[in-house]
């Protein structure tokens, strides 16, 4: 009862906060505070105080953890100012201050702050892998901006923790450079993600790293990131606690979940569970649609890299697919192609199976059974959700007998001609359908013009006319809904290794561009032009893929 007085309490705060306004960006960092109390706090935290001891945790959520700071001579490698001033209420100047680059590198804990590393488990690869947890992450308290929004900030890379396992609870540049840019990237591409806002990399505190898991390891520098969720709770939250037998703290968690993060589910009653899974899997499985509509993938589709919040989590080794193929891997542990590209929705579907699973515990047999009829729908609604963001991407708005087809024979034809997935989508935005046969016109288009001269090309133009002709799309609103959907830009592997081989020295110029560019991934930007960007890919970067080692 206390408890869900303290929610409410805290919840009339967040709207007189917001009534307050716009507020002018803080420019002393000293001024910058959390809620105190974190709402969070209400969960139970387990504080054995041997907190960089490997442990089975029991009965908790959180575990209280200190973070263990970067040491030796710090970087700011880069912040994301839209991160800053609209999530977090700072002015960007804040991020070349002491204080801060201390705060991101885990020296630094502003008032109201405490430091938690969450308790999860998961499904890795398909199996069962017990407790997993934070690792090497660690939730710094709660902040309250001006809009009355609450966001955890999060750093990863600082340090251990009681779900290190084998890990030294650190972070190398590379990949969080990679975490940095794409959570930014596909936040204003459209996709549910986590956002970052600030990374920080030593030059001296080095660790061990077997960086293409040849045999090899090398020194790198550890470096950290501080990330930004409203929550970062996972599948594998409430999966540790039906495995570990845990029901009241199961409860505890789902009710606190839905309290906080679903307000529109909270009030349902009895139903509620029923209707927060039914949300918990929409989110996602649209969160999946958007990726499948940008060649994005994960990479590492585990149920403790799905978010609860529906939100992309976890960055790792992750593509965005440069010449099409529908089984691109971008990571080089899955051999079995689990999470290829075009696995993605039905993995999801999988995973969501396995939180129906998870919340068995605290279900009446009723609610099992509408939840496993609610899982039963997924399959149709991902791909409906699914053709529909493929036909958006070519300036249709109504699904149609045949649009399958339609869609299906265009990457037929693009994987065997090997167009690339995000040009290919752009370009057609930019040439009008008559034209698509052209090939003085498709000389101008570097992956259009790979289609020119074969004929399952010429007989999809075709179609592609007669489908625009059916639904009535004026070539201005084609290529107006076009632009809008399908990018100039991307984070493509390539980008990004000569990014990190530059902020390997401490020339951070390019990372910081990337970040920037990826502000506006849709509109031309000269410079970005200029370094190939939206270019063929380079062929040295044919085939690039990313280990897991990070
Ligand atoms: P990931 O593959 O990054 O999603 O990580 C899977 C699990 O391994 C999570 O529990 C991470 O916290 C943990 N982990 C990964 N790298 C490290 C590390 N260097 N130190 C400690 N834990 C780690
Ligand atoms: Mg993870």
């Known amino acids: 009862m206390k408890r869900a007085f303290c929610v409410l309490a805290a919840l009339m705060n967040e709207q007189k906060h917001s009534v307050i306004g716009k507020m002018k960006p803080l420019t002393n960092f000293k001024e910058w505070k959390f809620r105190d109390p974190p709402n969070y706090a209400a969960l139970p935290i387990d504080e054995n105080p041997e907190y960089n001891v490997p442990m089975a945790v029991k009965d908790a959520v959180f575990s209280k953890v200190p973070t263990e700071p970067l040491t030796g001579k ?17 002015d960007p100047s804040v991020a070349d201050t002491e204080d801060f680059i201390n705060f ?29 947890g934070d690792g090497r992450a660690h939730i710094l308290g709660e902040y309250v901006n001006s809009k009355g929004e609450s966001w955890q900030p999060q750093l990863k890379g600082s340090g251990e923790t009681p779900y290190s396992r084998f890990g030294d609870g650190r972070a190398v540049l590379r990949s969080s450079i990679r975490e940095m840019i794409a959570s930014e990237a596909c936040h204003y591409l459209g996709v549910p993600t986590t956002r970052a806002a600030a ?54 968690l789902a009710d606190f979940i839905i309290d906080n993060h679903f307000p529109e589910v909270a009030s349902s009653g009895e139903d509620k569970y029923v209707k927060w899974y039914s949300e918990v899997a929409h989110k996602n499985l649209d969160m999946v649609a958007t990726w499948q509509g940008l060649g994005f993938v994960h990479g590492v589709l585990n149920t403790d890299n799905v978010s609860l919040l529906g939100l992309t989590i976890d960055y790792g080794p992750y593509g965005f697919i440069d010449h099409y193929y529908e089984h691109y891997v971008p990571n080089t542990s899955d051999d079995m192609g689990r999470y290829a590209y075009n696995k993605q929705p039905e993995i999801l579907v999988w995973n969501l199976g396995k939180l129906a699973e998870a919340m068995e515990p605290i279900l009446s047999d009723a609610q099992k059974q ?27 708005k109504e699904i149609q007998d045949g649009d399958h087809k339609l869609v299906e024979d265009l990457f037929t034809v693009m994987q065997l001609k090997m167009a690339d997935f995000t040009a290919t989508f752009r370009q057609l935005a930019e040439v009008e359908p008559h034209q698509l046969l052209d090939k003085s016109v498709l000389e101008t288009k570097w992956s259009l013009n790979k289609f020119s001269g074969e004929p399952t090309w010429e007989k999809w133009v075709q179609a592609y006319q007669e489908r625009l002709k059916n639904e009535n799309v004026s070539e201005d609103e084609r290529r107006e809904r076009m632009v809008r959907v399908n990018p100039l830009y991307v984070p493509r592997n390539w980008m990004m290794e000569e990014a990190i081989k530059d902020a390997e020295n401490n020339d951070f110029e390019k990372v910081r561009f990337l970040l920037k560019l990826f502000q506006n991934p849709f509109e031309i930007n000269e410079e970005a032009e200029k370094r190939g960007y939206s270019s063929q890919p380079p062929s040295w970067s044919y085939g690039l893929k990313l280990s897991c080692s990070s």
């Open 370 to 396: 509408e939840i496993k009829d609610i899982h039963a729908t997924l399959d149709d609604y991902v791909k409906t959700k699914v053709l529909k963001t493929y036909l958006l991407k070519l300036g249709l």
């Open 74 to 90: 710090l970087h700011l490698v880069c912040a994301s100012d839209p991160a800053l001033i609209d999530l977090l209420d700072l």
């Open 104 to 132: 991101v590198a885990g020296a630094y804990l502003p008032e109201g702050g405490l430091t938690v590393s969450h308790r999860y488990g998961g499904y890795q690869f398909g199996f069962w892998a017990d407790q997993l």
């Open 199 to 252: 990374l920080v990399v030593s030059d001296d505190h080095k660790v061990w790293r077997d960086k293409t898991y040849s045999g090899r390891s090398r020194q790198e520098r550890a470096a950290t990131v501080m990330r930004l969720a409203n929550a970062w709770y996972r599948i594998g939250s409430l999966e540790i606690l039906l495995k570990r037998k845990e029901p009241h703290t199961l409860k505890l």
